[in-house]
């Protein structure tokens, strides 16, 4: 009895287990919720589910969302398509080397300013592989290419985002920091100079 239902069960439980490798092998973008105005770091993660490897990967910027920055990553170059505003509309990363080799993966770091108002912020990407085929992760969340969701929401905010009026008062600190330092630093040089002088005019006067 025992030994039929094992046999019975395995083959179940391990398609269960490989389904849910297979599914959780998207391009993922994290994370899934930010706070509206954020300036968010974001990662894309490109997993190679075929058996030839990953040479390129597009990402559009979801609408009112506005790259700021990317992180360099070795073997890989970068170009930006941008809009008659000057907005970036997508991002690409092409392998200058042998790409994403099958059964690894590639992580790519960005930071971008989040619209103001909540909502939901649709990654769509395009993986494009050796042998020429793309696939397209732009479907929905029930489809077999479904695209990364961030929500935009204020109950999201974390210490890693970072509003644009932060960003500007952190940067306000840091200089009246920086020139605090240097007033002090200039109000000791001109008392060691007194301090000099007084000492030349002490001795001028003894002889």
């Known amino acids: 009895m025992f030994k039929k239902l094992a046999?019975?069960?395995?083959?179940i439980l391990a398609g269960?287990?490989?389904?849910?490798?297979?599914?959780?092998?998207?391009?993922v973008v994290t994370p899934?919720?930010?706070?509206?105005?954020?300036?968010?770091?974001?990662?894309?993660?490109?997993?190679?589910?075929?058996?030839v490897p990953t040479v390129k990967v597009t990402l559009k910027m979801p609408k009112g969302v506005q790259l700021e920055s990317y992180q360099p990553v070795q073997g890989w170059n970068v170009k930006l398509t941008k809009d008659s505003s000057g907005k970036v509309k997508t991002i690409t990363w092409t392998a200058s080397g042998k790409?994403?080799?099958?059964?690894q993966f590639q992580q790519f770091t960005f930071v971008a300013e989040n619209p103001d108002k909540a909502g939901s912020a649709a990654w769509n990407?395009?993986?494009?592989?050796?042998?020429?085929?793309?696939?397209?992760?732009?479907?929905?969340?029930?489809?077999d290419t479904?695209?990364?969701?961030?929500?935009?929401?204020?109950?999201?905010?974390?210490?890693?985002?970072?509003?644009?009026?932060d960003q500007q008062k952190s940067s306000s600190s840091t200089n009246n920091e920086n020139g605090s330092k240097t007033?002090?630093?200039?109000?000791?040089?001109?008392?060691?100079?007194l301090s000099a002088l007084s000492l030349i005019v002490s001795f001028i006067k003894r002889k």
Do not use: C, R
């Open 7 to 11: 046999a019975t069960a395995f083959p």
């Open 16 to 27: 269960m287990f490989l389904f849910a490798g297979v599914a959780s092998a998207h391009v």
């Open 32 to 51: 899934s919720t930010s706070a509206p105005g954020a300036w968010e770091t974001y990662t894309m993660k490109v997993p190679t589910e075929k058996k």
């Open 99 to 103: 790409g994403i080799g099958v059964g």
């Open 125 to 143: 990407a395009f993986q494009y592989y050796k042998d020429g085929s793309i696939v397209e992760w732009t479907g929905n969340e029930k489809s």
């Open 146 to 165: 479904p695209h990364s969701i961030t929500k935009i929401t204020k109950s999201a905010a974390t210490s890693n985002t970072l509003t644009a009026h």
């Open 183 to 193: 007033i002090t630093l200039t109000l000791s040089i001109i008392a060691i100079i």
